[in-house]
């Protein structure tokens, strides 16, 4: 009841086309029930021993032509503009659990798959339209079609129809046992299936990897083990929907046959007229589409129903970083820092990554963290915008705990340059944009040209309009960190974060992006998480990170002269 109280509330912008749509469906569906008794008009009245009623038969004909009109009419409605409400509806709901995906947290999205939820946002929706569409129209048209068969019915001779709708009974209760079995089965190939899309996405995501070790049948067996898990759930779910179609099928068969039988016995008695038992075989014909119908409703039911859960199961994960009541929006930020007794791990029943972290930062000042692999460097940076939460003390921006500060407002104000660059699918342009979406083309080009990028970027056939593929795959490492520090200057915040990954790139580049970097950190605070311990002599305060948390603290030469952990990175390098 609560998931059907969810759903039918997608139907609110739309009540004018549902109500629309229901109508046509009944009229199209109180046409056909009028067939079968201008048919046994025709067979009683106008055809007799003395000849044709030929005024009788045209004025039918012409009942006829009018009443196809109509149910044409209705039917196109119910087809085009009932699926375009359910279109619209999918639509409505997608955008609804694309948006809640997005204010998942950097914790949720470590430990889901991709694949998984491109599954959840794309096929399972699919199948929720059709029910949207089909659900409330095929129950119209078949409750409207099955009463008044029954009512019409009843009018002509009770014990026949009694004998119809007592099958028929059995029909449903048959229908309703197995429906279950179709749901569940369907509920499994949904989960198979975003299986197989996890897996697709994983292997063809590192297809340079895949084919640089010559491991593509190492993939394909993993491909093949998922694929194996979707087949036998299919065959399962195979199993029950022929249990089910070929069980109402021979229900069909049996009223046919038992009317047949029955209207015979009772001709015999003169309690039915031949005619009669032909209008009666007419509306078991008129009885099995709605059923067909009502077959097709439960096939979307479940299907939809099946999608649907997957989808409320989304959207009942609560992000763990959202914006507090009466959150604060923080504005003209001069960039002072300070990290106060912050400690974090990344779930309740892990070790902590780092503890009683205290640090401050002031406006302007160029801090640079170093420590070996694993101590916690970009978490540390990573608790600054938020992507995770400290799980004790606090970080505060010019004295204000992020905690009690927007999300929009706190990333408005700060600039990541991330180790791993990612640039979309699409223009230069495109990805210089997202800095700040409405910016001019002047402040592009201005952005491009102090990250030392509109050289190279002019360089290139379409200039600025050039695509560059996936993940900037036409791009080479330097030319993708050049475009991500664009970004960030056109974006222009108070606090920039750089994890360094100059680390991978020749000394050519390493020293055209280290001088971009170093324009863009001027009157910005900044924080550098250091890899190539040489770009990072000039910083204010170098921070060294260990397991027990900052080991040591001081300019590079005063950590020169300590001759502690510092100055045997140095020498390493």
Same mark, same amino acid.
């Given at each position: 009841?609560?998931? &059907?109280?969810?759903?039918?509330?997608?139907?609110?912008?739309?009540?004018?086309?549902?109500?629309?749509?229901?109508?046509?469906?009944?009229?199209?569906?109180?046409?056909?029930?009028?067939?079968?008794?201008?048919?046994?008009?025709?067979?009683?009245? =106008?055809?007799?021993?003395?000849?044709?009623?030929?005024?009788?038969?045209?004025?039918?004909?012409?009942?006829?032509?009018?009443?196809?009109?109509?149910?044409?009419?209705? !039917?196109?409605?119910?087809?085009?503009?009932?699926?375009?409400?359910?279109?619209?509806?999918?639509?409505?709901? *997608?955008?609804?659990?694309? *948006?809640?995906?997005?204010?998942?947290?950097?914790?949720?999205? #470590?430990?889901?798959?991709?694949?998984?939820?491109?599954?959840?946002?794309?096929?399972?929706?699919?199948?929720? /339209?059709?029910?949207?569409? %089909?659900?409330?129209?095929?129950?119209?048209?078949?409750?409207? *079609?099955?009463?008044?068969?029954?009512?019409?019915?009843?009018?002509?001779?009770? =014990?026949?129809?009694?004998?119809?709708?007592?099958?028929?009974?059995?029909?449903?209760?048959?229908?309703? %046992?197995?429906?279950?079995?179709?749901?569940?089965?369907?509920?499994?190939?949904?989960?198979?299936?975003?299986?197989?899309?996890?897996?697709?996405?994983?292997?063809?995501?590192?297809?340079?990897?895949?084919?640089?070790?010559?491991?593509?049948?190492?993939?394909?067996?993993?491909?093949?083990?998922?694929?194996?898990?979707?087949?036998?759930?299919?065959?399962?779910?195979?199993?029950?929907?022929?249990?089910?179609?070929?069980?109402?099928?021979?229900?069909?068969?049996?009223?046919?046959?038992?009317?047949?039988?029955?209207?015979?016995?009772?001709?015999?008695?003169?309690?039915?007229?031949?005619?009669?038992?032909?209008?009666?075989?007419?509306?078991?014909?008129?009885?099995?589409?709605?059923?067909?119908?009502?077959?097709?409703?439960?096939?979307?039911?479940?299907?939809?129903?099946?999608?649907?859960?997957?989808?409320?199961?989304?959207?009942?994960?609560?992000?763990?970083?959202?914006?507090?009541?009466?959150?604060?929006?923080?504005?003209?930020?001069?960039?002072?820092?300070?990290?106060?007794?912050?400690?974090?791990?990344?779930?309740? #029943?892990? %070790?902590?990554?780092?503890? !009683?972290?205290?640090?401050?930062?002031?406006?302007?000042?160029?801090?640079?963290?170093?420590?070996?692999?694993?101590?916690?460097?970009?978490?540390?940076? /990573?608790?600054?915008?938020?992507?995770?939460?400290?799980?004790?003390?606090?970080?505060?921006?010019?004295?204000?705990?992020?905690?009690?500060?927007?999300?929009?407002?706190?990333?408005?104000?700060?600039?990541?340059?991330?180790?791993?660059?990612?640039?979309?699918?699409?223009?230069?342009?495109?990805?210089?944009?997202?800095?700040?979406?409405?910016?001019?083309?002047?402040?592009?080009?201005?952005?491009?040209?102090?990250?030392?990028?509109?050289?190279?970027?002019?360089?290139?056939?379409?200039?600025?309009?050039?695509?560059?593929?996936?993940?900037?795959?036409?791009?080479?490492?330097?030319?993708?960190?050049?475009?991500?520090?664009?970004?960030?200057?056109?974006?222009?915040?108070?606090?920039?974060?750089? #994890?360094?990954?100059?680390?991978?790139?020749?000394?050519?580049?390493?020293?055209?992006?280290?001088?971009?970097?170093?324009?863009?950190?001027?009157?910005?605070?900044?924080?550098?998480?250091?890899?190539?311990?040489?770009?990072?002599?000039?910083?204010?305060?170098?921070?060294?990170?260990?397991?027990?948390?900052?080991?040591?603290?001081?300019? %590079?030469?005063? &950590?020169?002269?300590?001759?502690?952990?510092?100055?045997?990175?140095?020498?390493?390098?």
């Amino acid at each position: 009841m609560e998931n &059907l109280k969810k759903f039918s509330a997608y139907y609110k912008p739309y009540k004018k086309q549902l109500i629309a749509d229901l109508f046509f469906a009944l009229l199209a569906s109180a046409v056909v029930l009028v067939y079968p008794i201008l048919i046994n008009q025709v067979t009683e009245t =106008a055809i007799s021993p003395d000849g044709i009623d030929s005024e009788l038969i045209i004025k039918m004909a012409c009942i006829f032509v009018f009443l196809m009109a109509v149910e044409y009419v209705s !039917n196109f409605y119910t087809d085009y503009f009932g699926h375009a409400m359910g279109a619209k509806m999918e639509s409505d709901m *997608r955008n609804d659990l694309f *948006r809640h995906v997005q204010k998942l947290s950097f914790r949720y999205h #470590d430990n889901t798959s991709t694949g998984q939820l491109m599954s959840r946002i794309t096929a399972d929706l699919f199948d929720i /339209s059709e029910l949207a569409h %089909h659900g409330p129209e095929d129950l119209v048209i078949s409750l409207t *079609r099955i009463v008044g068969s029954f009512i019409i019915l009843a009018n002509i001779n009770g =014990a026949l129809t009694l004998t119809i709708f007592f099958i028929l009974f059995f029909m449903f209760v048959f229908a309703h %046992h197995y429906s279950k079995k179709v749901k569940n089965a369907l509920k499994t190939n949904k989960e198979r299936m975003a299986d197989i899309n996890s897996q697709v996405e994983d292997s063809l995501s590192g297809i340079r990897v895949v084919q640089s070790f010559g491991n593509e049948d190492i993939e394909m067996q993993k491909f093949r083990s998922s694929n194996r898990g979707f087949l036998q759930s299919r065959k399962k779910g195979y199993w029950a929907e022929a249990l089910f179609y070929n069980g109402v099928t021979a229900f069909i068969s049996f009223m046919n046959i038992t009317a047949v039988i029955v209207g015979a016995i009772l001709i015999s008695y003169n309690q039915l007229l031949l005619t009669e038992l032909i209008t009666f075989l007419l509306y078991i014909n008129t009885l099995i589409d709605p059923v067909k119908r009502l077959m097709n409703f439960n096939s979307n039911l479940q299907n939809g129903i099946a999608g649907f859960e997957r989808f409320t199961e989304m959207m009942a994960i609560e992000p763990d970083i959202t914006d507090k009541h009466n959150a604060v929006v923080l504005s003209n930020v001069k960039g002072k820092v300070e990290f106060v007794n912050v400690g974090f791990q990344y779930a309740d #029943d892990s %070790h902590y990554v780092f503890h !009683n972290i205290n640090i401050t930062a002031n406006p302007g000042e160029y801090i640079a963290l170093v420590g070996s692999s694993g101590v916690g460097k970009t978490t540390l940076c /990573s608790l600054i915008p938020r992507f995770y939460d400290t799980s004790e003390g606090a970080v505060k921006i010019d004295g204000i705990n992020i905690k009690d500060a927007t999300l929009k407002s706190l990333r408005d104000n700060i600039g990541v340059v991330q180790q791993d660059v990612y640039l979309f699918a699409g223009t230069i342009k495109e990805n210089i944009l997202y800095g700040k979406p409405l910016a001019t083309d002047e402040e592009i080009i201005t952005a491009a040209k102090h990250a030392n990028a509109h050289e190279f970027i002019m360089g290139l056939a379409d200039g600025y309009d050039s695509y560059i593929g996936q993940r900037g795959v036409k791009l080479s490492g330097g030319q993708k960190q050049r475009l991500s520090i664009a970004r960030v200057f056109l974006k222009n915040p108070s606090i920039l974060i750089f #994890d360094e990954a100059t680390s991978a790139l020749d000394h050519e580049s390493e020293k055209v992006i280290q001088e971009s970097f170093e324009k863009l950190a001027r009157n910005r605070t900044t924080f550098v998480i250091a890899h190539r311990l040489s770009t990072i002599k000039n910083a204010d305060r170098i921070l060294v990170l260990s397991e027990q948390g900052i080991a040591e603290e001081g300019t %590079h030469e005063q &950590l020169i002269a300590k001759n502690g952990i510092y100055a045997k990175f140095y020498e390493m390098q």
